[in-house]
């Protein structure tokens, strides 16, 4: 059982920076790839980033390649996404989730096992 906590949502002018953080509850956290997703007013639930479970590799979503960096540090029971150059479509509940055993490289929300609460993250024009 893993539970998720985010923070470090807010609110933003466009082009600048927030680091979201997920603090992991459980002794298990490194056997977790690590995924980012965020939901819209109105859309689907859209991955953005996920993580393995060393830290090692990464794979992001086209939208956000470039100004999105996820990382995360397993001493701390924590996986960040910082977030560059943000732009009004960015705005959106940003999600952390955990993903069990297999393939670390997940992009659907169904693949994950657990999730946080969410953080909002509202980028003005």
């Known amino acids: 059982q893993v539970q998720l906590v985010e923070s470090g949502g807010g609110l933003v002018q466009a082009g600048g920076s927030l680091r979201l953080s997920c603090a992991a509850s459980?002794?298990?956290?490194?056997?977790?790839?690590m995924g980012w997703f965020r939901q819209a007013p109105g859309k689907e639930r859209e991955f953005v980033a996920v993580i393995n479970w060393s830290g090692d590799s990464t794979y992001y979503a086209d939208s956000v390649k470039g100004r999105f960096t996820i990382s995360r540090d397993n001493a701390k029971n924590t996986v960040y996404l910082q977030v560059n150059s943000l732009k009004p479509e960015d705005t959106a509940v940003y999600y952390c989730a955990a993903a069990g055993t297999g393939s670390w490289r997940r992009t659907r929300s169904s693949e994950y096992a657990y999730w946080g609460q969410g953080t909002q993250v509202t980028v003005s024009s």
């Open positions: 459980g002794r298990t956290f490194s056997s977790y790839a």
